[in-house]
């Protein structure tokens, strides 16, 4: 971890920006993956499982036995806690459901706001090195409480052929209508424009890797909508001489066990506080099984000492990290202060874990600086609100004369015409 | 206006599907006028002004005796009538700024989220035919109830160097921190990166010509959001026998005048209105000033006559309309089948007018079938939800366990051992 001491402001700008991540020889790659998928649907994916996955799949799609047979594996523990952390986060984000009222703006004009769910929306959960059934969790209950219809997901099979039994067992207990064994920048094809077997979606949600982060981005510019630009996850935890450097140091580095490119930033306004838990991340990384991931992290992650818990949030929001640690004396108080985040976790009992896991908060949230104008997976993420307006003939008469004044001063006289003819009632004009 | 009879559902799809615009020649353009502003900042943009609008500008901001020589220019009665439609606006928005419960999730773990500003937002107003000073309102109003700290304009000016005092007054009664005379893909980058004289912001809004729109969609790629990917505007109106033929032919004219490309489309289970509206149509337009316009916007619009209002809402549900006009006899009941459109008006007197201007709901709407994914613009448009958890002594204790069960099923030991040197309270692990 870089150390650095007291920076001048001017620097905190260069210090708080992300790694540019070069992309035109990836952009071929997953504009060719789109263009077949779209072109040759079925077929395309089939050919690309065997030339990326290395296997040969009969179905793209899981079958119902092929889901009871995982229901069967997961052991019972892991069940009930998956459940806990179910019902946490359907608590957490049963809130978000709200109905508005009707408002009577003006004498017999009344507008209001429905919430309708997204018809149909895709959920990409990646494969790799850990089975993230979390996100499954994270993903699929929002959508369920907004009610949405389809809930389509794709996730790449293992070499067996077979989705991890976890992620299948979640998507079960969530209530994923359909889950296809798809990976990488042909999943999120698939789900975008739709195949003989995938159903098309209007927006699709999830992380992944440069490949799927690419085809989100791409099939965005052609109309289908994405949960959120991703980059490489982070945290920055901000702590005082109360915190326990122990703590703080477990919490670095369960962001850095995430990846090699994760973002790890320590602020503190403490000297001996920084040193001890630099001390203690350099003893416990080497406690981990994914040490390797963790040390490349660390080494592009910095350590800075501030003059102020309150300069530290200062830089916080230049930085306007995904998750925001703050383990001070008093951090409720600082908190009132947060500007650019995704999820902030108060107190020292308060570790990045638990948000990930079953808090009952989302998280997949805005990353690389995106916070700053991005919020986290919500159930409005699977929602619009539409709004509706209704005008009796006492309410056209009240506005009308308004409506046609600004009609007139912005040269639109069919919309003022369309006030005068009712009001007029009908008469021709 | 093409006519068709009981369509075959097998057509509707196709139906219901916008004229696809080629773009390739626009992406150069576009790309290098980025690229410059990005590289010469106001050099570039003074250059681009001489070049496109013809004038050679002292300054790119508007100054403050600029801004006061507008508010005098603008007539008592239309600053009524703007104040009028202000005051609506804020009340249907000012609902939609609401404050979250804290939630105990399980005992010693409280979520909640907290609504906060994005700091700087940019609004585009386009300059053209029309001095859009209602789009001012739909944008500056919600920004400034969200909170935010920097609003930015920009709007090209006209050929004397000069913006339209109409635009410029709403901006100063709205509360626009800062007004710049730049039109095009040129404001769009300025806003975006920056220059010597435009600040930076991390959201951009507005409308704008295809231009505008490419700028927006590919700031986006960079890290700007934007508020909504754009398309000519619409109206779809629903009618039964029950409706005036006058009216809706005064609504779909109302879009019409918009622009050559605007999308209309009347929808109705009566032969006799259908044929009504039609002759309707063809006398009212010959009224407008804008007639060339509305003719032509005309030429690619639709009259369906289908079996039922119900198959007209199923239709509807599939186009997706920006505008939605429901003019039937139980208007009320059949809106609530609305599952894809951005503002729906209801009944004979709700004509799109009131909602462009008055009504109080926003007019910055998704176009182009993104009704399916997308809300229109509302004071959430300006804000991020970010989330908040605190844990407990207590709290760790209780969930500790489900959060290290589920961290070790997904092979991340980091983030379970996070947990347990919290539960072991800082003795060493």
Redesign the interface.
């Known amino acids: 971890m870089k150390t650095i001491l007291y920076p001048e402001k001017e620097t905190w700008q260069k210090l708080s920006g992300r790694p540019v991540i070069g992309r035109s020889q990836l952009d071929d790659v997953v504009r060719t993956i789109l263009h077949r998928v779209r072109l040759e649907g079925d077929k395309a994916l089939l050919e690309y499982s065997q030339k990326f996955d290395g296997i040969s799949l009969p179905s793209l799609k899981v079958s119902p036995s092929e889901i009871r047979e995982a229901v069967d594996l997961v052991p019972g523990?892991?069940k009930s806690?998956?459940r806990?952390?179910k019902k946490?986060i359907e608590?957490?984000h049963s809130?978000?459901l709200?109905s508005?009222?009707r408002?009577e703006?003006?004498e017999g004009?009344k507008?209001w706001?429905?919430s309708?769910a997204?018809?149909k929306v895709g959920l990409y959960i990646p494969g790799g090195?850990?089975?993230?059934?979390?996100t499954v969790l994270m993903l699929a209950i929002p959508a369920k409480i907004a009610g949405c219809r389809e809930i389509v997901m794709s996730t790449p099979p293992g070499s067996d052929g077979k989705v991890n039994p976890?992620i299948l067992y979640t998507a079960w207990l969530t209530g994923v209508t359909d889950i296809f064994k798809i990976g990488g920048a042909q999943a999120i094809a698939a789900m975008a424009f739709g195949t003989e077997s995938v159903p098309g979606v209007?927006?699709i949600f999830g992380p992944g890797n440069q490949f799927v982060t690419r085809a989100k981005?791409m099939v965005?510019?052609e109309?289908?909508?994405i949960d959120l630009?991703a980059g490489p996850s982070e945290v920055l935890v901000i702590a005082d001489r109360t915190a326990?450097p122990?703590?703080i140091a477990?919490?670095l580095?369960?962001q850095?066990?995430?990846s090699a490119d994760s973002q790890v930033i320590f602020l503190t306004d403490n000297r001996e506080v920084l040193e001890s838990v630099k001390s203690e991340v350099d003893?416990?990384v080497l406690?981990?099984?994914?040490k390797t991931i963790?040390c490349k992290a660390l080494e592009n992650s910095m350590v800075i000492l501030l003059s102020s818990v309150d300069e530290c949030m200062d830089f916080s929001n230049l930085y306007a990290p995904e998750h925001l640690i703050i383990n001070t004396l008093e951090?409720?108080k600082l908190?009132e202060k947060?500007?650019?985040?995704?999820?902030?976790?108060?107190?020292?009992?308060?570790?990045?874990?638990?948000?990930?896991?079953?808090?009952?908060?989302?998280h997949t949230l805005p990353t690389?600086?995106?916070?700053?104008?991005?919020?986290?997976v919500?159930v409005?993420s699977f929602?619009?609100?539409?709004?509706?307006?209704?005008?009796?003939?006492k309410?056209?008469e009240n506005?009308g004369?308004?409506?046609q004044?600004?009609?007139e001063?912005?040269?639109?006289?069919?919309?003022?015409?369309?006030?005068e003819?009712?009001l007029k009632n009908?008469e021709?004009?």
Chains 1, 2 share one sequence.
């Open positions: 523990t892991l806690a998956i806990i952390a946490n608590k957490f809130m978000q709200i508005e009222p408002l703006i003006t004009v507008c706001r429905r309708v997204i018809e090195s850990a089975p993230l059934f979390s976890l209007y927006k981005e965005q510019m109309g289908v909508s630009p326990n122990a703590f477990s919490d580095l369960s850095a066990e995430h003893v416990q406690r981990l099984q994914r963790a951090a409720e908190s947060v500007v650019n985040a995704g999820s902030v976790f108060l107190g020292q009992y308060s570790c990045e874990s638990a948000g990930d896991y079953a808090s009952g908060t989302n690389n600086g995106f916070a700053k104008s991005f919020s986290g919500s409005e929602l619009r609100k539409i709004s509706f307006q209704e005008v009796s003939r309410g056209i506005l004369p308004v409506i004044s600004l009609a001063a912005e040269l639109l006289e069919g919309h003022k015409k369309a006030v003819i009712r009908g021709n004009v």
